[in-house]
């Protein structure tokens, strides 16, 4: 039995935050949220129909063209992320709570995110003093040249189940700084911490229609998508829904940034020591029980040295204690649902008619109830495999033998992914090396590295667009030229 109660249950979950007022919604619908650890019901929260998507976009509409919000300084909207920050600090126990038991992160971990959620609020604050958002040039006919980045407009957010509080803050931060407003899409099977967020704007008095929340099921984020009142969608989820959300958005040349999915590669040199490789992918296996879209699940290594990673994976997964997410002698929780464990169970099926099964494979003996698998472990795979290029979303490693560096390098990126690789070797030059040839959005040195404080994102289709740092708020600004015969007085 899970030890889990959220400390501050949700105020509304009956309602919709649009406007800056907890809305009735159009009809009665209700989604049904449970707790994957233990398979019962932790809250049930409002569907939105089409009806509220248009209300909740024609409060942002309203709140961008008409209301003060771009229209005030951008200190004195820093001064609002502050105040955001502050009070995230404040309810980081609920929504690290929430973020447990929706989708299955240890509890430990999701401490850590979300006590360190306020410094991602306070550094795009600091931007309101150190970025560039006016630039002077001067133009070659003469005068003045002004180069000023404005807001993008109305952002339509539509975020998975995986990284609420992540995504509400890498998402929402920096839109708010540009002077944008906000319908967030949270997803049905992890509607919490997004209303949890909205309570805190609430009660730090953001503008109504700067941030609206609404929960909704695919067909309805559809509507958002096609919604002629949203300047830009930004979206992380599956390589298949950005792909669609993608061709929805080119039909009407709205803007989108795109976080997708991976297939990452750790690319093991022959110099590096094959028991740190395995602590370190034994220690990662486990987060999130997988569900990360950079996870390292596919383990390059040469040839000769296959069968002693396997060895050593296989002993350390043997050892991962599986269980209730809130147990902190424990090291890893159940899949985010039962349609999640049924596809992650379909790829481990289809993995034993392509490969070997070296550990894991089944589900816990010892736990009858939440949505638990064991980590796994596939050995002799070719990259070709199913195992090997689709994202499994779980935790399944696959070991594919590579017969020179080049090779591996080949293997790396061999997939229609690009979001995430790491390089283990002793040597920083040969690391490097290899770093600049893998097609990725990021690459480690010796261990699983990804820095939001830097940026955030994938080549090829795992997106478009970078989040976090300085390069996560160009995404919701354009550029504007202005050329004048002298220089205005006040900038």
């Known amino acids: 039995m899970s030890v889990n109660t959220i400390t501050s249950p949700l105020r509304h979950p009956d309602k919709l935050f649009i406007g800056g007022e907890w809305r009735t919604p159009s009809t009665g619908e209700m989604l049904d949220v449970f707790d994957s650890g233990t398979e019962e019901l932790l809250v049930s929260v409002a569907a939105a129909q ?17 209301g003060p919000w771009p229209r005030l300084s951008h200190n004195e909207r820093a001064e609002y992320l502050r105040a955001i920050g502050a009070a995230v600090r404040k309810r980081a126990s609920d929504i690290a709570r929430s973020w447990t038991s929706e989708a299955g992160m240890m509890f430990t971990d ?8 306020p410094e991602a609020w306070e550094f795009y604050a600091g931007l309101a003093d150190t970025f560039p958002f006016i630039e002077r040039h001067e133009p070659q006919g003469g005068g003045t040249g002004l180069l000023v980045r404005e807001p993008v407009g109305v952002v339509g957010a539509i975020i998975p189940w995986n990284g609420p509080p992540n995504l509400v803050t890498y998402k929402t931060a920096p839109a708010l700084l540009a002077g944008c407003t906000v ?8 509607p919490c911490s997004p209303y949890i967020f909205a309570e805190i704007c609430e009660e730090v008095g953001l503008p109504a229609g700067v941030f609206n929340v609404i929960t909704a099921d695919r067909q309805v984020s559809e509507l958002l998508v096609r919604h002629p009142g949203i300047d830009k969608i930004t979206f992380t989820g599956s390589t298949a829904a950005g792909r669609r959300i993608a061709s929805i958005c080119g039909e009407r040349i709205a803007r989108c940034s795109l976080e997708l999915g991976g297939k990452s590669a750790a690319v093991v040199l022959d110099d590096y020591d094959l028991d740190a490789v395995a602590d370190v992918l034994a220690s990662r296996v486990g987060y999130i029980t997988g569900q990360v879209c950079s996870s390292l699940t596919r383990v390059v290594i040469p040839r000769k040295r296959h069968d002693a990673i396997v060895d050593a994976l296989s ?30 169970e379909s790829y481990i099926a289809k993995g034993k008619t392509e490969a070997t099964l070296a550990a894991g494979g089944g589900r816990p003996s010892h736990l009858n109830r939440g949505y638990f698998v064991e980590p796994t472990l596939f050995a002799n795979v070719d990259n070709r495999a199913t195992i090997a290029q689709e994202e499994i ?18 293997i790396a990126n061999d997939t229609i992914y690009g979001l995430n690789n790491s390089v283990f070797t002793n040597d920083p030059d040969r690391a490097y090396a290899v770093a600049r040839q893998l097609r990725s959005g990021t690459v480690g040195h010796n261990s699983f590295r990804s820095d939001f404080s830097i940026a955030f994102g994938g080549f090829k289709q795992s997106g478009i667009g970078r989040e976090g740092g300085v390069e996560g708020l160009h995404l ?8 004048m015969d002298a220089p205005p007085t006040r900038l």
């Open 50 to 66: 089409e009806a509220d998507v248009n209300a909740a976009v024609a409060a942002a509409r309203h709140a961008f063209d008409d």
């Open 110 to 117: 999701a401490t850590a995110r979300a006590d360190a959620l």
């Open 183 to 190: 319908v967030l899409k949270a997803s049905p099977e992890a």
């Open 393 to 410: 979303f779980g935790p399944v490693l696959s070991v594919i033998p590579a017969d020179s560096e080049e090779h591996a390098v080949a």
């Open 476 to 483: 919701f600004l354009e550029a504007k030229t202005i050329i």
């Open 315 to 344: 002993a350390r997964f043997a050892r991962i204690r599986v269980g209730d997410p809130f147990d902190a002698s424990l090291q890893m929780g159940p899949l985010s649902s039962e349609q999640q464990r049924s596809r992650v």
